[in-house]
Every structure is written in C-alpha cells, then in structure tokens.
C-alpha cells in the first residue's frame, strides 16, 4: 500500500492568498484526520471525517479554514485568505477504527506565508 | 478529561546503551495509550499501543512500554540504541479524545 499520500510537500504563499492541501487517504480507512502541528502548540486536531462526512471541525482556527471530503479517496484542507501565522506543516492521517488507531500519517505539506 | 506529559524534551544517548522515554497520563477513562515515532520531515509512525491487556506492550524495532496505573506512567524503552532511533516520539492517551505529549527529541550519539 502507498500510504497516506499528501500533497504538495512544501507550499511558499504570500498572505492574502488562497491555499489548498490535499490528501489521499489509505483505501479501505472510514477516517480521515486534518493535523497541524507548530513547535509552539504541538500536534492539534483540526478536523475529522468518518465515511466522508465531517464529525468534529471544532479544532478549524477560523473561518478562513475549510475542509472537505468529495469521496472516500481524497480530502483537501483550504485556507482562504492566508496568513503568516498558519505557518506550520500539516498533516493527514486515516484510520480504519478512529482514534484507537492506529493512525496513519502522511508526510506532510510545510507551509509558509510570507 | 485526559492528559500526557513527557517528563523529557530532549534525551541523550550514546549508541548500544539504552533508551528510557518518560510518560505520564491521567485520564477519567480507562484510557488507551500509544507511543509514535516522528522520523525528520516525515509522519508520525505508531511504535506500539496499549488498550488494558498485558501492561507489558512490546512494538517495532525492539521497544516497549510498560503500563504502571499506580504511577500513572507509560515509559518507552529499549536496550540498546541504534543511530537510526533518533527521532521524535510522543505518547498519547485516549480517553474520549486523542491527545499528544509535547514530543521527547532523542538523539543518539556514535
């Protein structure tokens, strides 16, 4: 299996522009999970999926964030408009049980707004 | 309500000794705990999970947890440390939610 397969690994934006991260989950995984993770917070939560429908979005900062899940093969996480301080690198994980796990992660998009 | 502390951001060590990361949790819930490994530029990987069987939990490349619920503790261990342990790893705890450690960066020195 390929894995949890995100992309792009590095994104370079101004502020003020429109951002979009997608993910691939693992075929077969029910759960789908948006991280972000700065060396300030940590790991956090943004926003889970279970079957393509949005469970949790408690941990979406602002309104500037918006996630969606077409199908149970690829999730895109959109920041519209941008900011430097949603620098970080994000990650998406799937699951077949939830949280219980395991998780599976993908590598990664490192942001940067300038 | 749950939490993980890890008692060590950074921990030492020189290659063939051992490893010892430090984990403390509470939680209202009988919880379930993981320990997963965050290698450069890369996801997190799971090590290895508890979930109330043996409180001896044995996972990839040789480490192990043992689960003491009298000290509230989960601490990682392995006996000899490989160049290629060097990494991040956090525990986590799971309750009613998922919730990370800060993450203990440890480094292996030849």
């Known amino acids: 299996d390929a894995g949890v397969i995100q992309s792009p690994r590095h994104e370079v934006t101004e502020m003020g522009q429109e951002v979009t991260l997608r993910c691939k989950p693992i075929?077969?995984?029910?759960?789908l999970f948006w991280y972000r993770q700065t060396m300030m917070r940590g790991l956090e939560l943004l926003i889970y999926?279970?079957?393509?429908?949005?469970?949790?979005d408690s941990g979406m900062p602002e309104d500037r964030f918006s996630a969606k899940m077409p199908n149970a093969s690829f999730s895109t996480l959109k920041i519209q408009p941008s900011e430097p301080r949603d620098s970080a690198v994000y990650f998406c994980?799937?699951?077949?049980?939830?949280?219980?796990?395991?998780?599976?992660f993908g590598n990664g998009t490192r942001l940067t707004v300038t | 309500a749950q939490s993980v502390t890890q008692l060590d951001s950074h921990v030492s060590v020189s290659e063939g000794t051992p490893v010892l990361l430090r984990c403390n949790y509470s939680?209202?819930?009988?919880?379930?705990l993981f320990w997963y490994v965050q290698h450069p530029n890369k996801g997190l990987q799971l090590l290895l999970k508890y979930t109330s069987a043996a409180t001896l939990v044995k996972g990839i490349n040789g480490f192990e947890a043992e689960f003491k619920k009298s000290e509230t503790s989960f601490h990682l261990t392995k006996p000899s440390a490989h160049m290629s342990d060097a990494a991040e790893y956090f525990c986590?705890?799971?309750?009613?939610?998922?919730?990370f450690g800060a993450g203990t960066i440890l480094r292996v020195k030849s």
């Open positions: 999926f279970n079957n393509n429908v949005p469970i949790d």
């Open positions: 939680s209202s819930y009988s919880p379930s």
């Open positions: 986590v705890v799971y309750g009613n939610k998922l919730v």
């Open positions: 994980a799937s699951s077949q049980t939830g949280f219980q796990g395991p998780l599976h």
């Open positions: 075929s077969g995984h029910d759960y």
